[in-house]
């Protein structure tokens, strides 16, 4: 084993040891401050279950970072690190005292900058992709700040349900660091496996009956990582006879399709209806799965094994073209979309057809007939025998 795979299992333990060591403590404090998630509304948990989980799997990642990524020659690590620590904080703070959403918004933005601008990830080459190569630079640092915030806000949307957003994320991860151990880049492949490891030991807190939830402080920052993630892969050069992944950006769509494809169909349904992108509902895949009767424990292995699809589809397609790659991915992407939608739309059918219809019940009509000083009740079904005291 070389240096880099033994620092990057160091890597993964370490984080495993603080965040599993921290998690016990978090809760603790919470439960004493009384700073819970709790349950009504769209959210679909029962009970009050502390939401600071992000702090012990931040702790981990950047502590197991710290200690075994050797990023002293590259100051692109550092910015990486900065935007982190502002992203993070304002997920904590969201967390214990609910955030504007425009505020969060640009906690997010001054993040994405300046991993973008000073730390310079971002999207040069889109290799093909409706005909574009080499981007200017003008158009790659808007293009690259718009996507980290929309896989910031994927991995926050798609935190819905018990043991998903952290699941996902551990599948994702390791597809990563297959391809940067591959590539033979050191840095993000330790990066990616130190997040495996921080991530493993909040699963086991987060499975259903969740006794933690990550909040926005691990979503948001989990997806910061991941948007990292995809430009270094874009950006990754092939090595001539180990093209396990070629530097596609469709590549990343697959890997990340369950977030990403779910916040951009709940975002276009929500603008169709003449509504803002960012009004909450549950027209989420997980809400529809749940619908349909399935539980937190079954819709997160079913998701996570359509997102295990998509990454072997991915590595089967890798040499097609980059258009039809993505209309391929997107296309499958929709078709597994429609499945739950369709499903209630044919249980909705039975039970409207199924509905019992009561039989039609007599109307009795009652009236009163006041003759002279005398009232007398007279029912409508007494008909033409219905007596009369004579009139005067």
């Not at 404090?29 to 029962?46: E, M, Q, S």
């Not at 909705?348 to 219809?357: C, F, L, S």
């Not at 019940?361 to 003759?371: C, D, M, N, R, S």
Request: with cysteine; hydrophobic share 55%; net charge positive.
């Amino acid at each position: 084993m070389n240096t880099n795979n033994l620092f990057s299992f160091a890597g993964l333990f370490t984080a495993m040891i603080i965040t599993a060591y921290g998690i016990p403590s978090i809760i603790k404090v919470a439960n004493i401050k009384k700073l819970y998630d709790k349950p009504g509304g769209r959210k679909t948990h029962k009970g009050y279950v502390p939401n600071l989980g992000g702090i012990p799997i931040f702790a981990g990642f950047i502590i197991a970072f710290l200690c075994w990524a050797d990023f002293s020659g590259s100051a692109q690590w550092s910015y990486f690190l900065g935007g982190l620590i502002i992203l993070h904080f304002t997920g904590v703070k969201d967390d214990i005292f609910p955030l504007a959403p425009m505020k969060k918004l640009l906690g997010q933005i001054l993040a994405a900058g300046i991993l973008v601008i000073p730390g310079k990830f971002r999207i040069n080459n889109l290799q093909g992709i409706l005909g574009i190569h080499q981007l200017p630079v003008w158009v790659a640092v808007p293009l690259s700040i718009f996507a980290v915030i929309v896989i910031i806000n994927s991995f926050n949307l798609i935190d819905g349900v018990d043991g998903l957003a952290a699941g996902l994320s551990v599948i994702i991860a390791l597809a990563f660091a297959l391809i940067f151990w591959q590539k033979g880049m050191q840095i993000p492949f330790i990066a990616s496996m130190i997040l495996t490891g921080a991530l493993i030991s909040f699963l086991y807190y987060n499975i259903q009956p969740a006794k933690i939830f990550m909040g926005d402080a691990g979503s948001l920052c989990i997806g910061y990582v991941m948007g990292t993630f995809s430009f270094e892969l874009v950006n990754a050069a092939d090595i001539p006879g180990k093209a396990l992944f070629h530097h596609n950006p469709a590549i990343v769509v697959a890997f990340l399709i369950i977030p990403l494809f779910d916040t951009l169909r709940v975002f276009s349904l929500r603008l169709f209806n003449k509504r803002s992108p960012f009004t909450a509902d549950a027209n989420h895949v997980h809400h529809r799965l749940q619908a349909l009767g399935l539980e937190h424990k079954s819709i997160s292995a079913l998701l996570y094994g359509v997102n295990i699809l998509f990454i072997g589809l991915a590595f089967l397609i890798k040499d097609v073209n980059p258009n039809l790659f993505i209309l391929i991915i997107i296309g499958v992407a929709c078709l597994l979309a429609s499945v739950p939608a369709f499903l209630l739309h044919l249980r909705a059918k039975e039970n409207a057809v199924n509905i019992p219809i009561e039989p039609a019940q007599p109307i009795h009509v009652t009236t009163t007939l006041k003759i002279g000083n005398v009232p007398e009740a007279v029912s409508a079904n007494q008909g033409a025998s219905s007596k009369l005291p004579p009139m005067n």
